[in-house]
């Protein structure tokens, strides 16, 4: 069976179009603000691209066409790499700015090569850009939390399959031209529609599902711009540079620190099993606990995916241990009384600056370690990491 190029390309939008269609209504619906947003930005931008080939072809537009189609292409392989890093909760302000470029680099190269070149015209420049953005966001796509879910992989892999295509392409047009046989027979336009619809598929699949990955805590808030989540928790990052601080001076005063994580078990089950809904009453009964029962002049944050963390001043071991047993009954109290009747298992981790020493990163491993091995010892509630000695459950 032979396929002409007219056929594969209108498949090809035939199915870019459905997928991305699907991914950008859904995420409407969802009224998604986290990376879902951006990932939705760059099948838009796909459905664009193709509006503007489309139009080139029937003859409208000329040089423009082709100068605003190859710059829709570059944004797309551009805003899934942002949107991973957003998903990552690492800083997009940088990588927005160089998309910016490189789409501008884009555009102005195949408006000035347009004469010489025609439909050619800064292809080159466009080729250069997509290998580039396609290993960023294969790179950013094996960066944790991104890399623990398993999914993100065929992604990675995807990105990089059309980074190495774009790359042999280029480098065979530089080297033979445009106009040579090999670009024509395996690289041509019938190749790079097949890894257009591959590339479509895949991506609206994983990032579907990634989207549904993203914990309550990421899902159900609306963020402001100081990085504290609508309900007053502070996302991560924003905890880690916030506590960081807070260790930091209280040992130039020789106060004690108490670095409290509070681990809720099961989720990701409780979502599979009962609907997020079910999941989202029960994350915000515990993040509305920690934040009622946590000392005021203390700070309340995210730690990763179903933890939440205290940062608060202790003057020993024991008033740090009495402040994870009152956060443990908070958060018992208000699941008792949480619309979903069920109850997981809540461990409370505590490390204190006697035992830890002023290091944040070191407080933080210890309360996690506590915290897990809490919410998966039968009866108990509240360990302390104290290595000098052993720890001893608490209810």
Known sequence: MTLDLFTVTVMTALVASVASLTFILDTVIRRDVGPGRLWAVAFLCGLATTVAYMAWSSGVGGALSVAVGNTLFVLVPGFMWVGTRRFNDRPIGYAAGLLAVLAAATFVAALLQADALGSWGGWTTMAACLVALFVAG???????????IHSSWALAAVLLI???FYAVRLTVFLVLGHDSALISEWLGSISANFVTVTLTVVAAIVTSVLRSHHTSEQRYEWLTEGGVAFDGVMLARTFAGASADVVERAQWRSEGVALVVIRVEGISEIRTAFGPEVADDITRACRRAVRRYAPASAIVGEDGDDRLAVCALATTAADARRLGATIYRGC??????SQSGLFPYVGVGVAFTENAGYDIDRLLEGARDAAQRAAQTPGAS???DAPSSPSSPSS
Do not use: D, F, W
């Open 162 to 164: 059309a980074a190495v």
């Open 382 to 384: 509240v360990l302390l």
């Open 332 to 337: 018992t109290e208000e699941l008792a009384r």
């Open 138 to 148: 294969a790179i950013e796509t094996l960066r944790p939390p991104l890399r623990h």
